[in-house]
């Protein structure tokens, strides 16, 4: 009834995390993830003047671009922008910049699982780098089923396709408030599910998400905090 | 570019003064890394990042060219790079320098093409070479050209045999299996670009991205260590006197014999890395004889991209590699983390020391591995801070502590069998 993962790993435990920002030197902010082997980079160009033609110009405006790793951009790789957009959509401070367009652009360097909460957490990277102001970061998992009923957290690429269903889940990162507050539930930014599970087994993948989001958002805010600012001006 | 920009790298170049400290002829330092699989590779050249990746397929051949594999170059200029590139179709530098890299690896022969067939007439195999741009800091080209060859030198193709009824059907046998194999590469073609600048035509080489701004014209001359030039590329711009062009071919040379050094010695440490990697592998051979068999090709085209499956043999290497510096912490890998011999407040206090002292450093991926191993240690403890969890976890992990393959392997013995096998590197 055990499950054995690669690397001995337990059913609740996340592979090493690892993110560094201003990695790249023409872009305006750079970041790059990694979750054990998949990795991720991410850049920001922006806020340039004016929007898209059917966007609001009374707030900012994001363009995501995804690379794959091989070929040309796919109907999958399309999906993960429009995602990734709607999600970027919900961290941002919108109204800071009206009429501007912010572009990020996510390159795929390996793909060993788990992709598109590598690529969050990039483009998470990327933006504070930048300067675009941001409520909050986005702290994002994958859970998923196992034919046992187990749920395990961040799958490898092995995994994942002998997986039963599984669920990404994006969740706003735990703010640190002055103001006395009771334990306020943060709700789900984003949540993307593959294959068939009960609404019970759902329910659980959340549950399980849920408990990896306040150490997954010290590891991430501690990562951007211990690396020195960059003093060199990008313009030109 | 303002005018007064570029009127002041013209007359720094007069007194032969670069803008970014260098002299006319002298080369930015490259730094070559690779990736997780075999075929990955990242190139530095100063400000410059080039990523290639090569992967291979099995097609129909070309009808005039029956009996040889294809080579594609395929270049991504990615918007992240400059903010002036844009998405969609290729434009013209991409192209003009997808051709020249194209022309140094394919038309001189670099690689053996017909080492590619398979079946004469009806499968070969195709390599194609995705070049991605990430950050444009001057000289696309040799940066480009470069991760390309350290690509194809460190990627692994799949062997495979004929089998079946009459012998007509290709077996592709997986990495397991089979040793995948190397491509054969007859010389490196090395492409260096030499930048004239101003109105008396100073040359320089390796122009950073403001030099190619305020350039009149650009040369590109691909040469190997044989003393063959493979390629050269001078498309318009200002003209040049022979005589410096005889000059920059030589300089050329010697520097192509600098980076073909370089390259070889890049190479020749991922083999070992990778051999290692191997050695170590826990070989079963109950998986052998049926997959073989197993594998038959029907469609026309397979993709085979190297998956590195042996994850945890990874681990048990990296940990004899850095016995030393993560002692302590590899014991706590390889068993219960949350028995109740370890206290957990003094393993949080002496792992966050350690991961303190390590340095961060951005976009390495063979020195990152030193960060990967406190990282895990490090996660464990935070993760498992949810008590109604913990108890299932730790039923769970001591009941299969008898199975893991970490187990099996006696780091200390090992490292005095190691023997590195004999590779050849042209």
């Given at each position: 009834?055990?499950?054995?993962?690669?690397?001995?790993?337990?059913?609740?435990?996340?592979?090493?995390?690892?993110?560094?920002?201003?990695?790249?030197?023409?872009?305006h902010?750079?970041?790059?993830?990694?979750?054990?082997?998949?990795?991720?980079?991410?850049?920001v160009y922006g806020p340039k003047a004016g929007t898209k033609k059917n966007e609001n110009p009374e707030k900012a405006c994001l363009e995501?671009?995804?690379?794959?790793?091989?070929?040309?951009?796919?109907?999958?790789?399309?999906?993960?922008?429009?995602?990734?957009?709607?999600?970027?959509?919900?961290?941002?401070?919108l109204t800071a910049h009206p009429n501007t367009t912010t572009s990020i652009?996510?390159?795929?360097?390996?793909?060993?699982?788990?992709?598109?909460?590598?690529?969050?957490?990039?483009?998470?990277?990327?933006?504070?780098?930048?300067?675009i102001?941001?409520?909050?970061?986005?702290?994002?998992?994958?859970?998923?089923?196992?034919?046992?009923?187990?749920?395990?957290?961040?799958?490898?690429?092995?995994?994942?396709?002998?997986?039963?269903?599984?669920?990404?889940?994006?969740?706003?990162?735990?703010?640190?408030?002055?103001?006395?507050?009771?334990?306020?539930?943060?709700?789900?930014?984003?949540?993307?599910?593959?294959?068939?599970?009960?609404?019970?087994?759902?329910?659980?993948?959340?549950?399980?998400?849920?408990?990896?989001?306040?150490?997954?958002?010290?590891?991430?805010?501690?990562?951007?905090?211990?690396?020195?600012?960059?003093?060199?001006?990008?313009?030109? | 570019?303002?005018?007064?920009?570029?009127?002041?790298?013209?007359?720094?170049?007069?007194?032969?003064?670069?803008?970014?400290?260098?002299?006319?002829?002298?080369?930015?330092?490259?730094?070559?890394?690779?990736?997780?699989?075999?075929?990955?590779?990242?190139?530095?050249?100063?400000?410059?990042?080039?990523?290639?990746?090569?992967?291979?397929?099995?097609?129909?051949?070309?009808?005039?060219?029956?009996?040889?594999?294809?080579?594609?170059?395929?270049?991504?200029?990615?918007t992240?790079?400059?903010p002036s590139?844009e998405i969609?179709?290729?434009?013209?530098?991409?192209?003009?320098?997808?051709?020249?890299?194209?022309?140094?690896?394919?038309?001189?022969?670099?690689?053996?093409?017909?080492?590619?067939?398979?079946?004469?007439?009806?499968?070969?195999?195709?390599?194609?070479?995705?070049?991605?741009?990430?950050?444009?800091?001057?000289?696309?080209?040799?940066?480009?050209?470069?991760?390309?060859?350290?690509?194809?030198?460190?990627?692994?193709?799949?062997?495979?045999?004929?089998?079946?009824?009459?012998?007509?059907?290709?077996?592709?046998?997986?990495?397991?299996?089979?040793?995948?194999?190397?491509?054969?590469?007859?010389?490196?073609?090395?492409?260096?670009?030499?930048?004239?600048?101003?109105?008396?035509?100073?040359?320089?080489?390796?122009?950073?991205?403001?030099?190619?701004?305020?350039?009149?014209?650009?040369?590109?001359?691909?040469?190997?260590?044989?003393?063959?030039?493979?390629?050269?590329?001078?498309?318009?711009?200002?003209?040049?006197?022979?005589?410096?062009?005889?000059?920059?071919?030589?300089?050329?040379?010697?520097?192509?014999?600098?980076?073909?050094?370089?390259?070889?010695?890049?190479?020749?440490?991922?083999?070992?890395?990778?051999?290692?990697?191997?050695?170590?592998?826990?070989?079963?051979?109950?998986?052998?004889?049926?997959?073989?068999?197993?594998?038959?090709?029907?469609?026309?085209?397979?993709?085979?991209?190297?998956?590195?499956?042996?994850?945890?043999?990874?681990?048990?290497?990296?940990?004899?590699?850095?016995?030393?510096?993560?002692?302590?912490?590899?014991?706590?890998?390889?068993?219960?983390?949350?028995?109740?011999?370890?206290?957990?407040?003094?393993?949080?206090?002496?792992?966050?020391?350690?991961?303190?002292?390590?340095?961060?450093?951005?976009?390495?991926?063979?020195?990152?591995?030193?960060?990967?191993?406190?990282?895990?240690?490090?996660?464990?403890?935070?993760?498992?801070?949810?008590?109604?969890?913990?108890?299932?976890?730790?039923?769970?992990?001591?009941?299969?502590?008898?199975?893991?393959?970490?187990?099996?392997?006696?780091?200390?013995?090992?490292?005095?069998?190691?023997?590195?096998?004999?590779?050849?590197?042209?």
């Amino acid at each position: 009834m055990d499950l054995e993962r690669e690397g001995g790993r337990g059913a609740n435990q996340l592979r090493p995390l690892d993110c560094s920002r201003n990695v790249l030197n023409r872009a305006h902010g750079s970041g790059s993830c990694s979750h054990g082997e998949t990795r991720v980079l991410a850049a920001v160009y922006g806020p340039k003047a004016g929007t898209k033609k059917n966007e609001n110009p009374e707030k900012a405006c994001l363009e995501v671009i995804w690379k794959p790793k091989i070929g040309q951009i796919g109907k999958a790789d399309k999906e993960f922008e429009m995602i990734l957009k709607r999600t970027l959509q919900n961290i941002c401070l919108l109204t800071a910049h009206p009429n501007t367009t912010t572009s990020i652009i996510i390159q795929v360097v390996h793909d060993d699982g788990s992709l598109l909460p590598c690529a969050i957490h990039a483009a998470c990277t990327a933006l504070v780098d930048a300067g675009i102001p941001l409520k909050y970061l986005a702290v994002a998992i994958c859970c998923c089923l196992v034919e046992n009923g187990r749920i395990i957290l961040d799958p490898n690429k092995m995994e994942e396709q002998r997986m039963k269903a599984l669920v990404h889940l994006v969740f706003p990162s735990p703010v640190q408030s002055v103001l006395p507050e009771g334990s306020k539930e943060d709700g789900i930014i984003t949540s993307l599910s593959h294959g068939v599970m009960t609404v019970d087994d759902y329910f659980q993948c959340v549950k399980h998400g849920r408990a990896a989001v306040a150490p997954l958002s010290n590891i991430l805010t501690k990562k951007l905090q211990s690396q020195s600012p960059s003093n060199q001006s990008v313009a030109g | 570019m303002t005018l007064n920009e570029k009127k002041f790298i013209e007359t720094a170049l007069l007194s032969d003064l670069r803008i970014d400290g260098r002299g006319p002829f002298d080369y930015r330092n490259v730094a070559i890394k690779f990736g997780r699989e075999d075929g990955s590779s990242e190139v530095q050249l100063g400000q410059t990042h080039v990523m290639g990746f090569v992967t291979s397929q099995l097609v129909q051949p070309y009808r005039d060219r029956p009996n040889e594999g294809t080579l594609s170059i395929y270049t991504e200029f990615s918007t992240m790079a400059d903010p002036s590139f844009e998405i969609g179709r290729p434009g013209v530098f991409a192209v003009e320098l997808g051709r020249i890299v194209d022309r140094g690896l394919r038309e001189s022969r670099a690689v053996d093409t017909e080492s590619l067939c398979v079946v004469a007439g009806k499968w070969v195999w195709s390599i194609r070479i995705d070049l991605h741009i990430l950050d444009n800091g001057g000289n696309l080209v040799d940066a480009a050209n470069i991760a390309a060859l350290v690509a194809l030198l460190t990627f692994r193709r799949p062997e495979c045999t004929l089998g079946g009824d009459n012998d007509q059907e290709v077996i592709i046998h997986s990495p397991e299996v089979r040793e995948p194999l190397p491509l054969i590469v007859h010389h490196f073609p090395v492409a260096i670009t030499f930048a004239f600048i101003g109105s008396e035509s100073t040359v320089v080489i390796d122009p950073s991205n403001f030099e190619e701004a305020v350039m009149g014209g650009k040369l590109t001359a691909t040469l190997n260590t044989n003393g063959d030039v493979c390629a050269i590329q001078k498309a318009g711009g200002d003209g040049v006197v022979q005589s410096v062009i005889m000059q920059c071919l030589r300089i050329a040379s010697v520097k192509a014999a600098d980076i073909t050094n370089k390259i070889k010695k890049a190479v020749e440490s991922y083999n070992t890395e990778r051999a290692l990697r191997k050695i170590k592998r826990h070989p079963d051979p109950v998986v052998d004889v049926s997959k073989g068999a197993g594998m038959g090709v029907r469609s026309l085209s397979i993709e085979m991209e190297k998956t590195r499956l042996e994850i945890e043999d990874r681990k048990v290497n990296r940990s004899d590699d850095r016995e030393i510096e993560t002692h302590s912490s590899k014991k706590t890998g390889s068993r219960d983390p949350y028995s109740k011999g370890i206290n957990g407040d003094e393993l949080k206090a002496s792992l966050a020391s350690r991961a303190a002292a390590t340095s961060v450093e951005k976009m390495d991926v063979l020195p990152s591995v030193k960060t990967q191993f406190t990282m895990i240690d490090k996660t464990p403890t935070e993760m498992d801070s949810t008590p109604s969890l913990q108890q299932t976890i730790e039923a769970g992990e001591q009941t299969i502590k008898v199975k893991t393959l970490m187990d099996a392997v006696k780091p200390k013995h090992r490292r005095k069998k190691k023997t590195y096998p004999n590779h050849d590197l042209s």
